[in-house]
C-alpha cells in the first residue's frame, strides 16, 4: 500500500436551484444526485457565526425563519457558498462536507434519519 494516496472523493459537478420544491439537487461526479432542502442545508451552515469557535463537528442548527437559496458561489475547486435570503452568506461548504449531509435514502437509510434529515 502505498503511503499518502487517498481515494479520489466525488467532485460535485452541477448544483441546481429547484425553487418551487426550495430544494438544491447536486450531481457529482460518480453519478450520484442529491436533493438538500434550503433550510436543511442553512442549518448547517459551517461558518463560524452559527456553529461558533470551538473546531467541533458541524451541528444542526435551525434558521429562524424559512429561507431561500439566492445565489451560489464556486469557491476554489472544493467548495461553494450559499446566499440566503436571511441575508447570510459566509459558510463555505467543502464538497466532501455536502456529500456527507446528504439526506437521501442511499446515504441515509431510513433507519438512521433524525428530525432534521
Not at 467532485?11 to 418551487?20: G, I, K
Not at 436533493?35 to 457565526?49: H, K, M, N, Q, V
Not at 431561500?68 to 472544493?78: K, R
Request: with cysteine; aromatic share 10%; net charge negative.
Amino acid at each position: 500500500m502505498t503511503q499518502g494516496i487517498q481515494p479520489e472523493e466525488p467532485q460535485l459537478t452541477e448544483a441546481r436551484r429547484l425553487p418551487a420544491q426550495s430544494r438544491l439537487q447536486l450531481t457529482w461526479s460518480d453519478g450520484h444526485v442529491g436533493a438538500y432542502d434550503y433550510t436543511y442545508l442553512r442549518g448547517f451552515c459551517p461558518c463560524a457565526g452559527c456553529q461558533g469557535h470551538g473546531g467541533g463537528p458541524v451541528q444542526f442548527k435551525p434558521p429562524a425563519a424559512d429561507v431561500q437559496l439566492q445565489h451560489i458561489e464556486v469557491v476554489g475547486n472544493y467548495a461553494i457558498s450559499f446566499l440566503w435570503s436571511d441575508g447570510h452568506a459566509t459558510g463555505i461548504y467543502r464538497f466532501g462536507f455536502l456529500r456527507e449531509l446528504c439526506p437521501c435514502r442511499e446515504c441515509c437509510p431510513e433507519e438512521e434519519l433524525g428530525d432534521s434529515k
